[in-house]
C-alpha cells in the first residue's frame, strides 16, 4: 500500500489465494474486528425486535375492507333509522 492510501494503517481481510495471513490479520480475526456479519446480525435482530408492531401490507387491506364494510353498514343503517322515521310521521 502507499502512504496516501486510504487503507492505510487498518488490517485488511486475507485475500484470496494467499496461503500466509500476518499476525495482525490473525489478531483482528481473533478479536473479530474482521467480522462484520456479527455486527449486522446485532443490528438487524434489534430492528425486527422494535418493528414488530407494524402491520403487514395484508392487515392493512383487511383494515381497510372492515373499515369500509363499518361505513357502509353504519350509513345503511342510518337510512333506515331516516326511513323509519319519515314513516312515523305521515
Do not use: C, F
Not at 499476525?23 to 456479519?37: C, K, P, T, V, Y
Not at 363499518?70 to 333506515?80: F, P
Amino acid at each position: 500500500m502507499s502512504s496516501r492510501s486510504p487503507l492505510r494503517g487498518k488490517v485488511q481481510p486475507e485475500q484470496p489465494g494467499r496461503t500466509d495471513a500476518s499476525n495482525a490479520e490473525l489478531s483482528a480475526l481473533i478479536n473479530r474486528q474482521l467480522d462484520s456479519h456479527h455486527a449486522i446480525d446485532k443490528r438487524v435482530a434489534v430492528l425486527e425486535a422494535e418493528l414488530k408492531h407494524l402491520a403487514t401490507k395484508n392487515e392493512v387491506s383487511k383494515a381497510k375492507l372492515w373499515a369500509a364494510t363499518g361505513g357502509l353498514t353504519a350509513l345503511v343503517s342510518l337510512a333506515l333509522v331516516v326511513l323509519g322515521y319519515l314513516r312515523l310521521l305521515r
